[in-house]
């Protein structure tokens, strides 16, 4: 079955510090989404990438989708505080079939 | 406010004993996925309803089931409890069967003991 990936598995950095988690499925996949999970928390929707290639911004996070659609990567720039918590990958093989979690990347930031 | 509601938010149950956990989707959302998530590990998906059938069903065995009604809410069962289902149970909630993302509850937290 369809696996995801994610490393690494845990990222302690600076504040102010830049910060990456890399995401690889075993299949092509239809689209690739991240959540990020508050310590405690449940995993909040961050953004989905369809587009073969495709890079997505928002504010300091940027977003990549890889060429063949088996990857993906999130990159923040300058962490604080409150980028704290879980990111997770998780993707669909298929647009509308399940979402396969990675394990997730687990970042702490030191102010 | 994450907009999908779960009760209970805890629950302890004795092993071999039955639980359902339920789930109100975010309002305008007609699909309900639900996933297990053991500590520091990620989601696992148990199934999906969709127009009140079981569209879609992960690695679970049959004691867990599942239910959708008219109203797009939902509940999960789980018979005969082992100390292994203790986890953290998700609902998430999505328009269109997930296509443009989910919108996550803050789960409730079983105990099996």
């Known amino acids: 079955g369809q696996q995801v990936m994610q490393i690494p598995q845990y990222q302690h950095v600076q504040e102010g510090e830049d910060f990456t988690t890399y995401c690889n499925s075993s299949t092509t996949l239809s689209n690739i989404q991240w959540y990020k999970q508050r310590p405690g928390g449940h995993p909040v929707f961050l953004i989905q990438l369809v587009k073969s290639g495709e890079v997505k911004k928002q504010k300091r996070l940027t977003f990549q989708f890889g060429e063949a659609k088996k990857n993906s990567s999130l990159h923040i720039t300058a962490t604080q505080t409150t980028d704290v918590g879980t990111y997770f990958c998780?993707?669909?093989?298929?647009?509308?079939?399940?979402?396969?979690f990675g394990e997730g990347t687990q970042l702490t930031v030191n102010p | 406010d994450a907009g999908v509601t779960q009760s209970p938010t805890h629950l302890i149950k004795t092993r071999g004993q039955q639980v359902t956990l339920r789930c109100s989707p975010k309002s305008g959302h007609d699909t309900v996925s639900w996933y297990q998530q053991a500590l520091g590990q990620g989601p696992q998906f148990i199934f999906q309803y969709y127009e009140e059938e079981e569209r879609q069903r992960g690695n679970f065995p049959d004691r867990f089931s599942g239910h959708q009604f008219p109203n797009y809410s939902s509940e999960l069962n789980v018979n005969a409890l082992l100390l292994g289902d203790s986890a953290l149970y998700l609902c998430?909630?999505?328009?269109?069967?997930?296509?443009?993302?989910?919108?996550f509850g803050s789960g409730t937290r079983l105990t099996v003991v």
């Open positions: 998780a993707g669909q093989e298929t647009s509308g079939s399940r979402l396969t």
């Open positions: 998430a909630s999505s328009l269109d069967q997930g296509r443009y993302g989910y919108t």
